[in-house]
């Protein structure tokens, strides 16, 4: 029987992740000096996530890690940012099939590939999806959100390139590159 839908690795990775999405983004932050804005971690480690298992798990990892995080942290969920880290998980997830990183290979053509992607999607989604939201959903004044957004976009911008990009080089090497087996005669 060939049944469609998510497997149970990917079920779990989504628990685990989005775990891990809560301890990052509430205990390994660093603080910035915008209100209600720190450098986040845990968006490295989205992307690595959305990159080994898809843009469903990416997108469901964010939603729950996000939402987690905020209650946990704040009492509440802010939605606004909750829906931008759906956006990310999940648009990063799809670059998934570009890169391949089981076949183990993730060199400077996939580097390239995942933080070009990463960037745009990072860039819609703090600078214009976010702020945006927070307009419409909050009624925050203009000036502040768009100032958090691109706080939030830089710095996730940043530390997707530095840490997403380390993680994924260090699970790539974890995987066999395709055709590096031989036969011995």
């Known amino acids: 029987m060939n049944r469609k839908g998510l497997s149970v690795k990917t079920?779990?990775?989504i628990g685990i992740g989005a775990a891990v999405f809560v301890i990052l983004n509430n205990y390994v932050s660093i603080p910035s000096p915008i209100p209600n804005t720190k450098i986040q971690t845990s968006y490295g480690f989205l992307a690595l996530m959305a990159v080994v298992f898809g843009p469903i798990a990416g997108g469901l990892i964010g939603l729950i890690g996000h939402a987690l995080s905020d209650t946990?942290?704040?009492?509440?969920?802010?939605?606004?940012?909750v829906v931008v880290?759906?956006?990310?998980?999940?648009?990063?997830?799809l670059v998934s099939k570009k890169i391949n990183i089981e076949s183990g290979i993730f060199g400077v053509r996939q580097i390239v590939t995942f933080n070009l992607v990463q960037f745009i999607v990072q860039a819609a989604g703090w600078f214009l999806i976010a702020p945006t939201l927070d307009i419409l959903i909050y009624a925050e004044p203009s000036n502040k959100v768009f100032v958090q957004g691109l706080f939030a976009g830089i710095a996730n911008i940043i530390s997707v390139a530095i840490i997403g990009t380390i993680l994924l080089i260090a699970y790539a090497r974890t995987r066999g590159k395709t055709g590096s087996l031989t036969k011995d005669m």
């Open 85 to 93: 880290s759906v956006f990310v998980g999940f648009f990063i997830g």
């Open 11 to 13: 079920i779990v990775a």
């Open 72 to 81: 946990t942290s704040y009492g509440s969920v802010w939605w606004s940012w």
